[in-house]
C-alpha cells in the first residue's frame, strides 16, 4: 500500500487527503474506522463467503484468474451488501465523511464486494 493513500481518522483533515486519494488514485484506507468487533464480524463473513465460494471451485479456477475471487463478481446481487457485515461499512461515520467530501455530498453508494487470492498463486 502507498503510504500517501493510508489516512488515520484521529488525523485532523483526513477526510480531505483520503478524498483526494479516491479522486486521484481511486482508494483510500482508514485506519482505524472499524471498531475491533466490526472487523471480527467482517472476517467471519469474509471467511464464510469465500469458503462458499470455494466449494463450488474446487479446481481453484477463480472467477478474476487462477486462485483469483472477487466476492462480488460471485454474488447473484453482484455485491455483498446484502449481508450485515458489508452493509454496516456504509453506516460507518469515517467512510461518511470522506465520501460527503468527495462527492459533495451527491452520491449513492451500491456495491460493496472485495477481492481475494489463494496463497501460492503467481
Known amino acids: 500500500a502507498s503510504e500517501g493513500s493510508v489516512f488515520d481518522i484521529g488525523e485532523a483533515g483526513f477526510a480531505d487527503k483520503a478524498a483526494a486519494s479516491l479522486h486521484g488514485v481511486g482508494w483510500a484506507v482508514l485506519r482505524g474506522a472499524l471498531a475491533p468487533d466490526h472487523v471480527e464480524a467482517l472476517g467471519r463473513a469474509a471467511a464464510a463467503a469465500s469458503e462458499e465460494l470455494l466449494q463450488l471451485d474446487p479446481s481453484r479456477m477463480g472467477n478474476r484468474g487462477p486462485r483469483r475471487y472477487s466476492f462480488g463478481g460471485a454474488s447473484r ?38 477481492d481475494f487470492v489463494l496463497g501460492e498463486t503467481d
Open 77 to 114: 446481487t453482484h455485491h455483498m451488501v446484502h449481508l450485515e457485515a458489508w452493509a454496516q461499512l456504509l453506516d460507518l461515520p469515517a467512510i461518511q465523511d470522506v465520501l460527503d467530501t468527495a462527492f459533495n455530498g451527491s452520491y449513492v453508494s451500491i456495491g460493496g464486494g472485495g
